[in-house]
Nanobody, 127 residues
Framework: QVELEESGGGSVQAGESLTLSCAAS????????MGWFRQVPGREREGVAV?????????HYAASVKGRFTISRDNAKDTVSLQMNSLKPEDTAMYYC???????????????????WGQGTQVTVSS
């Protein structure tokens, strides 16, 4: 049973935009902190953004994407999205959707705090 499935990756030029989407199983999604992470070969998985559950969710962003990326969730569809604007070559990575299973605890938790992961979607930004 697939819990998380990403879509929306691709290749763009610097300065352009992409939107990533993640479809979650209701059990995975309902009360969970949801996050986006990214990874390039040879480096650790990096937290990009997280969003809490609830009717008034809050979000946290990595400093490198703050002001350019926006995370959102649609509770009616059990989806989480990542709107990425003003993309830079250094944003090139495999992007993963993740579910923590519990709350975000007011911060951007590390990758090993998340219990469910999607298969990833590649984002490539050329200069």
């Amino acid at each position: 049973q697939v819990e998380l499935e990403e879509s929306g990756g691709g290749s763009v030029q610097a300065g352009e935009s992409l939107t990533l989407s993640c479809a979650a199983s209701p059990y995975t999604y309902a009360t969970s902190c949801m996050g986006w992470f990214r990874q390039v070969p040879g480096r650790e998985r990096e937290g990009v953004a997280v969003i809490s559950a609830g009717n008034i969710p809050y979000s946290h962003y990595a400093a490198s994407v703050k002001g350019r990326f926006t995370i959102s969730r649609d509770n009616a569809k059990d989806t989480v999205s990542l709107q990425m604007n003003s993309l830079k070559p250094e944003d090139t990575a495999m992007y993963y959707c993740a579910a923590r299973g519990t709350g975000c605890n007011g911060r951007l938790p590390p990758a090993d705090n998340f219990r469910a992961w999607g298969q990833g979607t590649q984002v490539t930004v050329s200069s």
